[in-house]
């Protein structure tokens, strides 16, 4: 494919970005202008049906946004209603209609009802996100029965389920996505949050790695990201100087943003990881480096 190439960094054409590079050449610097069809211009996930659980506020939010923008046709799911349709016009695009569905994904017929009406109403389901989780703070002398039992429940058997429920689709399609949130709780515990969090995520690793022996005869890749230090609900909830601990124990010194964990979905959501399963993918900034 051929490069145009501007003393100016202009392309002829004004339709599409484009990034420069600089060209010593006779007479000074010039730049090679890179055409948009160079980087990538197809839509990522054109036409795929997509379901992201926990989709009405920030990673699941930005994930949806970012499947949006690459053409997938996206269900939002969440406990609050109202709240996902809020979500649903802040990133919905003109003449793109997002599906949103109120589900606790803890109870199994709720949620194989649910991913039964967007087969229904979609024709089939390409990709599934389990996002949706939750946290507790305390100490192992603190922490309540119902607080350990409440996120297991939601962390590691909802993620379970929604699984569970897309399978048998997926398997009949001969084709499928799942990219499951966990975090670096499950691969270091963590001293943030009550007990029940880290192995509830390191339950999600588990089970991401062993669909994904039992699924990839199907042609379904199941992944995981492993976020650290996201701004989110969940982050917010850090004093100031713990929230100064993390970031200086951050190689990137900084914490990430809820497009950052969005970016890493969607990779192994599409088809450019095709050859990528049973992974858990690190989004730390380099808090990790396993």
Request: include cysteine.
């Amino acid at each position: 494919m051929k490069l145009e190439r501007s003393r100016k960094g202009v392309s002829t054409d004004p339709s599409y970005p484009h990034s420069t590079f600089p060209l010593e050449r006779e007479g000074g610097v010039g730049e090679w202008v890179c055409p948009k069809r160079l980087w990538g211009s197809r839509m990522k996930l054109k036409d795929r049906v997509a379901i992201i659980t926990g989709g009405a506020r920030g990673i699941g939010k930005a994930i949806g946004s970012a499947f949006v923008r690459e053409g997938a046709k996206v269900c939002l799911v969440d406990v609050d209603q109202g709240i996902l349709e809020t979500t649903k016009n802040e990133i919905r695009k003109t003449g793109e209609e997002i599906l949103t569905l109120a589900c606790d994904i803890t109870k199994s017929a709720d949620v194989k009802a649910a991913m039964n009406q967007v087969q229904k109403t979609l024709g089939r389901i390409d990709i599934l996100v389990n996002n949706a989780g939750i946290i507790r703070r305390g100490t192992i002398e603190t922490v309540t029965e119902e607080d350990w039992d409440r996120v297991i429940e939601v962390n590691l058997k909802g993620t379970f389920n929604c699984c569970q429920a897309v399978a048998g689709i997926m398997k009949q399609q001969g084709y499928g996505k799942i990219v499951n949130v966990s975090s670096i709780a499950g691969k270091t515990g963590d001293i943030t949050s009550a007990p029940g969090y880290g192995p509830s995520k390191a339950g999600v690793d588990a089970l991401t790695k062993t669909l994904a022996r039992q699924l990839a005869p199907y042609g379904i890749n199941i992944n995981a990201v492993s976020p650290h230090a996201i701004e989110t609900e969940m982050s917010a909830q850090w004093s100031e100087e713990r929230r100064r601990e993390i970031i200086a124990s951050i190689p990137l010194g900084r914490l990430g943003k809820p497009e950052d964990v969005a970016e890493a979905v969607l990779f192994l959501a599409s088809d450019d990881a095709s050859f990528i399963t049973g992974e858990i993918l690190d989004v730390n900034g380099g808090a990790l480096m396993d």
